[in-house]
C-alpha cells in the first residue's frame, strides 16, 4: 500500500475553516483514501473514505485531485471539540488481505 | 463505539505477569485487529484476523499471542508482561462497503501499566 505523509501538527482558531493535506504519491490504480478521527484515550473514529474528485458528509469533505497523490480532509468552521489527531489512510479495494496502517497523523488544535 | 467492547479498561501488572485482554464485538463483522498506541505514537498493528480460522502477525507480534475464540470475541495476551509493554491498546473491528472500501470500528481501548 501507498505510503502517506501529512504534518505533525497544525494549529487553528475557532471558526476557521482546516485543511489537512495527506500525500500520497504512489498510491495505485485501485487505492482508496479513508480519514480518521482520534480523541484523547479513546479509539479512532470514521470521518469520510473516497476514491477520486471530492466526497461531502455532515462532518468533512475530502477532496482528491485527478492524479490521487495526495488528498485534503476539510474541517468547515472547527471548534474545540474538534481537537484531535487525523489520521490518513490509504487501502486497496481489491485486495483487501493486507491491513491498512495507520501513521502518526496530523494534531489538529483548535484555539479559541 | 459501544459494538466493541474491551475488558479491562485498565490493568495494572507486574513483570513477568502473564494477562489478557479481551474484546467483544456485536457487529457481526469477520475482521478483528488489536492495536498498541505509544503517547504520541499513532497505531502499530499486533495481530490481526480475517476470520475465525485465520490469525496473521501484524508489525510487532513480537511478545503477543492471540486467540479468536469466536467470530465476536479476539483476546490478546502478553505471555512474561514487560515494562516496554506499557501502553494503550485498541482493538477494532471491519467490514467492507458497496465500493469495497473498508471501514474500521475501535473499541474503548485498555490502558495497561507494567511495573
Known amino acids: 500500500l501507498a505510503k502517506t505523509t501529512q504534518p505533525i501538527s497544525m494549529d487553528s482558531y475557532e471558526g476557521q475553516e482546516v485543511n489537512i493535506t495527506c500525500s500520497h504519491n504512489n498510491i495505485a490504480t485501485n487505492d482508496y483514501i479513508t480519514w480518521y478521527q482520534q480523541f484523547p484515550s479513546q479509539g479512532p473514529r470514521f470521518i469520510i473514505q473516497g476514491y477520486k474528485t471530492k466526497v461531502t458528509n455532515e462532518v468533512a469533505s475530502l477532496f482528491i485531485p485527478a492524479d490521487r497523490k495526495s488528498s485534503t480532509l476539510s474541517l468547515p468552521r472547527v471548534s474545540l471539540s474538534d481537537t484531535a489527531v487525523y489520521y490518513c489512510l490509504v487501502g486497496d479495494r481489491h485486495s483487501g488481505n493486507t491491513p491498512l496502517v495507520f501513521g502518526k497523523g496530523t494534531r489538529l488544535s483548535v484555539i479559541a | 463505539d459501544a459494538d466493541v467492547t474491551q475488558t479491562p479498561r485498565n490493568r495494572i501488572t507486574k513483570t513477568g505477569k502473564r494477562i489478557m485482554l479481551e474484546c467483544s464485538q456485536t457487529k457481526g463483522h469477520d475482521r478483528m485487529y488489536w492495536y498498541r498506541q505509544d503517547p504520541g505514537l499513532g497505531l502499530r498493528l499486533i495481530y490481526y484476523s480475517f476470520d475465525v480460522k485465520d490469525i496473521n502477525k501484524g508489525e510487532i507480534s513480537d511478545g503477543y499471542s492471540v486467540s479468536r475464540q469466536a467470530q465476536a470475541k479476539f483476546s490478546l495476551s502478553l505471555e512474561s508482561a514487560i515494562p516496554n509493554q506499557t501502553a494503550l491498546y485498541f482493538c477494532?473491528?471491519?467490514?467492507?462497503?458497496?465500493?469495497?472500501?473498508?471501514?474500521?470500528?475501535f473499541g474503548p481501548g485498555t490502558r495497561l501499566l507494567v511495573l
Open positions: 477494532a473491528t471491519s467490514d467492507f462497503g458497496e465500493a469495497a472500501q473498508e471501514t474500521q470500528y
